[in-house]
């Protein structure tokens, strides 16, 4: 009996904490099949938002954008270590998308621990570290974990699992995804109970991601792992064993990694739920890029994102304006109350105002995204995207309503200019202002006169007042939602309530019925074998 008083004690403290659980596959989208109930549940007790974008188009530029709230060609180690010396900073997961410096101690785990107390939880892959032992220190890379602001680097693969099969068999493990979900419920019990402590659950699985799943599944046991051989079987609480996965899966590598995640996602829910935890946990699910990887194509920075917190968030509901990896670090403070350092730096807008209803006006109008030396800028009102290529200094432009899957750059066309000049004057501010040589205080969100600035001042072009005349007549579909055939870009409906200046100048998605083909012929990109060799 005094077991029950004392348990029911801690759960009443801990019920008043403000917990959060972030999931995140690697390189994986989140089914919503049958066999993914538990990312249906979440879509379904939650919002769904319907333009998520990342702001950098790889595994580890999105964990830092996710875990900091900036852009990666901000990051302390980029800016220290340009690759090349024009002043463009490099983006990648091999090279530059390292937390280092500053950037140990301004983050979202290091701020949640030290000013709130909370226990923050990492369980899976990390990925920004600049050194690690290649998976031959398993205690060396918990410590550079811990280092980065994590009190409980509970399971971790410091990097990506080798490619080559020899040094895969060599290594005795793949992944695991029971073990990481054991070492996370047990962490968050321990926090509930022992602890007293809110929690920020920082859930990061390795599949799909290669290695093959199905080999993981089938040719590797629960206890192999990269701390070593466990003594016991983890307690999991998963729902299907590894053989009822690959069965569900019908041997494809895709469904087998959905579904095992979707394991996983269940268990961490179930575990909160005994605790009575569960409907004060801000739970997050997102995916790490679009495809192709590396891209600045629409569908290589487009997303599926979803978030549910009951008595908060309205279940079955929808924020259609752009939201940003960079937007994640903004919400879970303004969730949690936690006013991180003076000084501490971002490029999210929170969303947390919306999601509840406090605020139903955009956050953002455009959302940037980057990978290597290339950028990108994307508008929902406007309809439009521009992307700069830096290996031949060129912009493509591209009408993604009336041309979702990007064939004819209209770079150049009359009937853009003014949208073009915004575009580029507005990703021209990005890249200025993330130069290491010659940096420029620049928002591009704000294009009035009285910018603070520390050095030279772009000043951005007016903002176009509606979007331009579409030139194709590709596009038939005038309703509010527009339905592509692109693999995983699909045109969100318009926002209702936009901050001004867009308010009153609402665009119609209705294509003209003119056709002007572009002056120039569309430029086939080709990724450098130096690219194409890079990490992801």
Not at 42 to 50: L, P, T, W
Not at 151 to 157: N, R
Not at 172 to 196: K, M, P, R
Not at 471 to 486: G, Y
């Amino acid at each position: 009996m005094a077991r029950i008083v004392l348990l029911s004690f801690h759960l009443f403290v801990h019920a008043q904490a403000k917990n959060v659980l972030f999931f995140m596959p690697d390189d994986g989208d989140l089914g919503s099949s049958s066999l993914t109930p538990n990312f249906n549940r979440i879509r379904s007790e939650g919002v769904i938002f319907n333009s998520a974008f990342v702001a950098g188009t790889s595994c580890a530029p999105s964990r830092f954008n996710i875990i900091t709230g900036r852009y990666c060609s901000r990051s302390t180690f980029a800016q220290a270590n340009p690759l090349t010396g024009d002043g463009l900073t490099y983006v990648d997961s091999s090279n530059t998308c390292k937390l280092d410096g500053d950037d140990l101690v301004m983050n979202l785990a290091h701020q949640l621990n030290v000013h709130g107390q909370y226990r923050t939880i990492i369980s899976g892959k990390w990925h920004l570290a600049q050194r690690t032992s290649k998976f031959n220190d398993y205690a060396a890379d918990v410590e550079t974990v811990r280092n980065a602001g994590f009190s409980e680097p509970v399971a971790i693969y410091i990097e990506n699992l080798p490619r080559k099969e020899s040094r895969f068999s060599e290594l005795g493990f793949s992944h695991n995804t029971e073990w990481l979900t054991a070492t996370a419920n047990a962490a968050i019990e321990d926090a509930v109970i022992n602890e007293n402590a809110p929690f920020f659950v920082y859930f990061t699985p390795t599949c799909p991601h290669v290695p093959s799943t199905l080999q993981a599944l089938t040719d590797f046991q629960l206890v192999d792992t990269p701390s070593g051989t466990l003594d016991v079987i983890p307690d999991h609480g998963h729902e299907f064993s590894r053989a009822q996965v690959v069965d569900m899966s019908g041997g494809n590598e895709h469904s087998a990694a959905m579904i095992w995640n979707d394991n996983a996602l269940g268990s961490l829910m179930a575990k909160m739920g005994h605790l009575g935890v569960l409907n004060e946990t801000l739970i997050i699910v997102a995916m790490d890029h679009g495809e192709p990887k590396f891209g600045m194509q629409q569908s290589s920075a487009s997303i599926s994102m979803f978030a549910r917190l009951p008595g908060r968030i309205q279940a079955g509901s929808f924020i259609n304006f752009p939201t940003s990896h960079l937007d994640i670090a903004p919400t879970i403070f303004e969730y949690t109350g936690i006013v991180p350092d003076e000084g501490y730096h971002t490029d999210g807008k929170s969303w947390y105002g919306a999601a509840t209803g406090k605020n139903l006006t955009s956050t953002r109008s455009c959302v940037i995204f980057e990978h290597f030396q290339n950028r990108a800028v994307s508008c929902d009102y406007l309809g439009m995207k521009l992307s700069f290529y830096h290996s031949t200094g060129s912009f493509e432009l591209y009408d993604f309503v009336a041309d979702p899957l990007e064939q004819e750059d209209v770079y150049g066309v009359k009937a853009y200019a003014e949208t073009q000049a915004f575009l580029e004057t507005y990703l021209n501010c990005h890249m200025e202002s993330t130069n290491p040589s010659d940096l420029v205080e620049c928002d591009p969100e704000n294009s009035s006169d009285d910018q603070v600035t520390l050095g030279p001042t772009i000043q951005l072009s007016p903002m176009p007042s509606l979007r331009p005349t579409s030139t194709s007549s590709q596009v038939e579909n005038t309703s509010e939602e527009l339905v592509t055939s692109s693999p995983s870009f699909t045109m969100s409906p318009m926002p209702t309530s936009l901050p001004m200046p867009f308010q009153a100048v609402m665009p119609s998605l209705a294509p003209s019925s003119t056709t002007t083909m572009s002056p120039t012929t569309r430029r086939k990109r080709k990724q450098t074998k130096k690219e194409r060799r890079s990490g992801n």
